[in-house]
């Protein structure tokens, strides 16, 4: 497991150097998790250190999003400013989200078939 969690460390340190050195407009853990997913698709496969350890940490995701969640009690003043965007965001990303994924599901169905 500590090899896995090796390889996830590196990547993002290697997308937050990425990020730091080039000033895109990416947070350097979405350039190492994109990183990550090229050098997988390349590898053939996920090694099985590294399945562990994301199988562990997703296990764990609900904690990591508590400090981001408690976070917003401490906007709530720009949130209500901000409430009917914020709205139309959820809204507009959910249905876009269901339409992507139904489509791509019968996509996928009608290939396995």
């Given at each position: 497991?500590?090899k896995?969690?090796?390889?996830?460390?590196f990547?993002?340190?290697?997308?937050?150097?990425?990020?730091?050195y080039t000033?895109?407009?990416?947070?350097g853990p979405?350039?190492?998790m994109?990183?990550?997913f090229?050098?997988l698709?390349l590898r053939g496969?996920?090694?099985?250190?590294?399945?562990?350890?994301?199988q562990?940490?997703?296990g764990?995701?609900?904690?990591?999003f508590?400090?981001?969640?408690?976070?917003?009690?401490?906007?709530?003043?720009q949130?209500m400013s901000?409430?009917l965007?914020i709205?139309v965001?959820?809204?507009?990303?959910?249905?876009?989200?269901l339409?992507?994924n139904?489509?791509?599901m019968?996509?996928?169905?009608?290939?396995h078939?």
């Amino acid at each position: 497991m500590i090899k896995g969690l090796s390889i996830l460390l590196f990547f993002q340190c290697l997308g937050e150097l990425i990020r730091s050195y080039t000033q895109v407009a990416l947070p350097g853990p979405v350039i190492g998790m994109l990183l990550l997913f090229a050098a997988l698709c390349l590898r053939g496969g996920v090694a099985k250190s590294l399945q562990n350890a994301s199988q562990s940490l997703i296990g764990l995701m609900t904690l990591l999003f508590v400090p981001a969640t408690t976070g917003l009690f401490f906007l709530s003043a720009q949130i209500m400013s901000q409430w009917l965007a914020i709205a139309v965001s959820l809204v507009a990303g959910t249905v876009l989200s269901l339409i992507f994924n139904a489509l791509l599901m019968k996509r996928l169905v009608k290939m396995h078939e």
